[in-house]
């Protein structure tokens, strides 16, 4: 059974930063693009964060020079670290793993940026 999960999320201030983790099991991470999105009430989910198996990395504009998307594969484990947060970031964040085929979600952690 595949299972990712999320942690990390939290409540911080304007300009803060933070670092979400998301464990992965039941597959082998390093073998998958790696994703993270964010998603808020009444929108679509948009993806903040891309890791290939090659090692490539994108971000759209918004996050970009803010955000750091990187794994552990050791540990079978990705990251994102968020600098600079303002409260546009607020949005529950989910980790992804996709291949040819198939494609995996976590439950999502809640991050809030506010003063």
């Known amino acids: 059974q595949v299972q990712l999960v999320e942690s990390g999320g939290g409540l911080v201030q304007p300009g803060g930063s933070l670092r979400l983790s998301c464990a992965a099991s039941?597959?082998?991470?390093?073998?998958?693009?790696m994703a993270w999105y964010r998603q808020t009430p009444g929108k679509q989910r948009e993806l903040v964060a891309t890791?290939?198996?090659?090692?490539?990395?994108n971000y759209p504009n918004s996050v970009k020079g803010r955000f750091t998307i990187s794994r552990d594969n050791a540990k079978n484990t990705v990251f994102l670290q968020m600098r600079s947060l303002t409260p546009e970031d607020t949005a529950v964040y989910y980790c992804?793993?996709?291949?040819?085929?198939?494609?995996?979600w976590g439950q999502g952690t809640q991050v809030t940026v506010s003063s």
């Open positions: 039941g597959i082998i991470s390093s073998r998958y693009t």
């Open positions: 992804n793993a996709r291949d040819i085929g198939s494609a995996y």
């Open positions: 890791s290939t198996r090659g090692g490539s990395t």
